[in-house]
Each structure stands twice: as structure tokens, then as C-alpha cells.
């Protein structure tokens, strides 16, 4: 019993150790992608969307656009990642905005002719040399400037 007992402590030792290293580069790649809007003039919107993804997983994020708000969208990404897709789309699934790299991080513009609901999309790519059950953060931080007519 005493013998089963240290393995799960070992066991939660090396899960949460792990566990906070993720955290922390996730944290940093939040803090990168939130001074892009700050040098930019972007009032980020509070919150930034994070998680931890592996080769061919999507993660997706609803938001609403207002019109009259100028908006950069800023994906970072772990470098252990091979890369990534990103997409923005309409509630009906109507691609507005598509773009794919190898970099770790992709910024973009995008105004709305419309107030709307809108899908943004992070699917990371596939590669033949990176781990397959590696994962990586990927987060997705947006912010804002109000348009004056």
C-alpha cells in the first residue's frame, strides 16, 4: 500500500509540474500577444482565449464584432507547434479571413460592415517531424479601437 502510495505522489508530482510549465508559456505568449495590441493601440478586450492543442486539433472562439470598432485578432503559438491555420467565418461558416503559417504567431486587421457573431478558428498543422502527441498553447487575444465618422 505504502509502495502504491508514493507512485501517486511521484505520479501528481510530474502531472502537475508539467502542467505549470504549460501554464507559464501560455501565460507568456498571452503577455507577447497583448503588448502587439498595446504597440498598436488596441484596447484588448479583458480576456484572452488559451489552450493547449496538438497536431490536426481546432480550437474555435465566438465572438461578437461591433460595427463601428476597428479589431486585431493576434494568435501566438508554442514554437513546438509545426505551425498553424487560422480562419475567421460568419455564424453560417462563410470564410471572411484565412491565413496559414510556420511562424509562431499570426496579426491581423479586420473591420465589420456589419455588427455580427463570428467564428475565429486555430487548427494546427500537420508535419511529419514533430511528435504526434506533442501539444503546444495556442492563444487567441483580441482588441479593439472605436472608428470615428
Avoid: W
Wanted: aromatic residues 10%.
Amino acid at each position: 500500500m505504502a509502495k502504491l502510495l508514493s507512485y501517486l505522489i511521484i505520479f501528481i508530482f510530474f502531472f502537475t509540474n508539467s502542467f505549470g510549465q504549460s501554464t507559464s508559456t501560455c501565460k507568456e505568449l498571452a503577455e507577447r500577444g497583448i503588448a502587439i495590441l498595446n504597440e498598436n493601440s488596441y484596447i484588448p478586450d479583458g480576456r484572452y482565449n488559451s489552450t493547449l492543442l496538438k497536431e490536426n486539433e481546432v480550437s474555435q472562439v465566438y465572438k461578437p464584432f461591433i460595427k463601428g470598432k476597428k479589431y486585431m485578432i493576434v494568435i501566438t503559438a508554442d514554437k513546438v507547434l509545426p505551425g498553424f491555420e487560422v480562419s475567421l467565418a460568419d455564424m453560417t461558416r462563410k470564410i471572411i479571413y484565412n491565413d496559414s503559417t510556420s511562424d509562431n504567431k499570426i496579426i491581423f486587421e479586420y473591420t465589420p460592415e456589419k455588427s455580427q457573431n463570428l467564428i475565429i478558428s486555430v487548427k494546427v498543422n500537420e508535419s511529419e517531424e514533430v511528435e504526434k502527441n506533442l501539444r503546444g498553447c495556442v492563444n487567441i487575444i483580441i482588441g479593439s479601437i472605436r472608428i470615428i465618422d
